[in-house]
């Protein structure tokens, strides 16, 4: 039961390269949603996704792009890698609102750590 | 607009001592709340969650919350802390209509030592 993976798990780049992150979920949710993890300021929401073929901004976008051609993946890309990007990824699942039961059950994957040099 | 402050950054407690991390919100609609935990290298699980009903909901590994509107508090505590809860914990908020969107505090981690 594979859940949440993300590849890759590990990646340092150079200023102005471009990278993209892979999300996959087997679980057959809706909904998706790409974090990053920062020391103190715990978990941001970059870009989510509502359904295949949607995309919107979270809190933090500027700087990244996102695309879900396919219900199971969810991909991260950053363009001109700079090194404020330096951090932690987190992709995660969740299924549509089906009340008490499914509310903000986020299920998330093991991360990706990004260094930007 | 919704927020969560976790009073604390870093906690230590003894082996069989009380655990008490704060978590206060602020929300301009009903909140539904939430503890999540994360052990080192590992994404984060959910630990409990306040959506309706009954304010003190109880989760995994025998921790529980209350919620407490006119504090607008959702503080997480276990009677006798064990070695292997040693972790980061953190609170969440979300909304109704909000597509479970995640608002997250800080973080608090959480020593135990013998």
């Known amino acids: 039961n594979a859940g949440v993976t993300q590849t890759p798990k590990f990646r340092v780049l150079k200023t102005g390269q471009s990278m993209t992150l892979l999300c996959a979920q087997d679980?057959?949710?809706?909904?998706m949603y790409w974090y990053r993890q920062d020391p103190g300021m715990g978990l941001r929401l970059i870009h989510y996704?509502?359904?295949?073929?949607?995309?919107a901004k979270g809190e933090v976008p500027d700087g990244y792009n996102v695309s879900r051609l396919k219900k199971q993946n969810f991909l991260l890309g950053l363009e001109s890698a700079a090194p404020s990007q330096t951090s932690v990824y987190f992709c995660a699942s969740s299924p549509r609102y089906g009340g008490r039961e499914t509310t903000g059950e986020l299920f998330f994957g093991e991360g990706s750590r990004l260094t930007v040099l | 607009a919704q927020s969560v402050t976790q009073l604390g950054s870093h906690v230590s407690v003894s082996e069989g001592a009380l655990v008490l991390l704060r978590c206060n919100y602020s929300?301009?609609?009903?909140?539904?709340l939430f503890w999540y935990v994360q052990y080192p290298n590992q994404g984060l699980q959910l630990l409990l969650k306040y959506t309706t009903g009954a304010t003190l909901v109880k989760g995994i590994n025998g921790f529980e919350a209350e919620f407490k509107k006119s504090e607008t508090s959702f503080h997480l505590t276990k009677p006798s802390a064990h070695m292997s809860d040693a972790a980061e914990y953190f609170c969440a908020v979300s909304f109704s209509g909000g597509y479970n969107k995640l608002i997250f505090g800080a973080g608090t981690r959480l020593a135990v030592h013998p």
């Open positions: 996704s509502v359904g295949e073929g949607t995309t």
């Open positions: 679980m057959n949710h809706e909904y």
């Open positions: 929300s301009s609609v009903p909140p539904y």
